[in-house]
């Protein structure tokens, strides 16, 4: 018989490697960074060992941040990033530093197209794309996305973390045959997680391989989502049978990077404004709090305003208006009741189109019939 999730994490451990991780975040800012420095250095050494190269994958200010602390303790790797996704002032602060430049694999608007919007998180975005693109395969894992019923493999359980919450549910869970047995609804467009795989993460492991190279990595567990859990099992460095990789700022918050940042006088892309220390102590940046692709909606729904379209609107309104009134951004976002209209005038698919932006030529709006609300 087959092991079951429960059996594996007994046999490995995982109860007691999660709370010893747990007791590393509560640890003051002067441990972490020792900790971070000694990951580091060992991930670096058993790499060598190895007959592995080591490189720094960089994208928004905690990367950078890992960027430059990697140099000042004398670890100085080759950095590289699909730098085109980022906005203009990370662009620069890039450029500055001396990171590669690689190109994505496909375009945004082609990868949306095909296989869905990035809304809410990636992990609930995952699962939205299973119950639209039903199988015999997946059957199971539908069944607990709905009820939260683990078949054998999951230890036979009820009430787990694989259910969506309700209100995703009631919007989403329609697209299975189950979920509609339920009064659930289907949206009218397609959601997927695949984006930053075509976009960021195969372009870079791509590079990788070509130069026998392994990455360290920007992620902390405080983030939370699907790579909480992983680096709380694995840590900090974990040398898999497919997988090598060094998150030395693993037990890092949000917080402790900001620290980081000011110590070492970071660079900080014009998009995140200032970090500045308010009455309270907290440390904060005076803009965004987090950066991606212009077109990401992951995390949106949690966000204040002014939020991610928010900001795109304020640099660069014909952008926004071609994700927001083109692509279907707009519909996506009414649908789970998230506001992104903006006073004054919109600018017209053709002014996008003149403007120069590269995905703007690719598509019209017909090109998204089934995708977006309106068609």
Known sequence: MKESVIERNKRLGVEQKIADFMSKQKQPYEFKIRYAELRAREFYDECGRRGLNTHVSVGGLDSITLLVFLRSIGI???AVSVSALEDRSIQAVHKALGVEKLKPLR???????EFGFPVLSKEIAGKIMLLQNP???????????????????????????????SKWLRLFGGADAEGREHGYQAAP???????CYYLKEKPCDNWAKEHNSVPYLGLMASEGGRREKALMMHGC???GESTIRSAPFAIFDRQDVLRLAVDLDVPVPEI??????EPSGLLRTTKAQRTGCSMCGFGIHLDKRPHTFDLLYDRN?????FWMNTVGWGDVLDYIGVEWRQDGRQQTLFDFVDSGYPDAKEM???????????G
């Open 237 to 239: 460095n974990y040398f």
């Open 317 to 321: 309104p014909k952008e926004w208006d």
């Open 364 to 374: 019209t709006k017909g090109d998204f019939c089934g995708c977006s609300m309106n």
């Open 76 to 78: 100085d790797v080759p």
């Open 272 to 277: 995140y404004g200032r970090i500045v220390r």
């Open 189 to 195: 467009f397609k959601v997927s997680d695949r984006c």
């Open 135 to 165: 199988s015999e395969k997946n059957k199971t894992v539908r069944h607990a996305i709905i009820t939260g019923e683990t078949g054998e493999y999951g230890g036979n359980r009820k009430d787990t973390r694989m259910k969506l919450t």
């Open 107 to 113: 375009s945004k608007v082609s990868v949306i197209r």
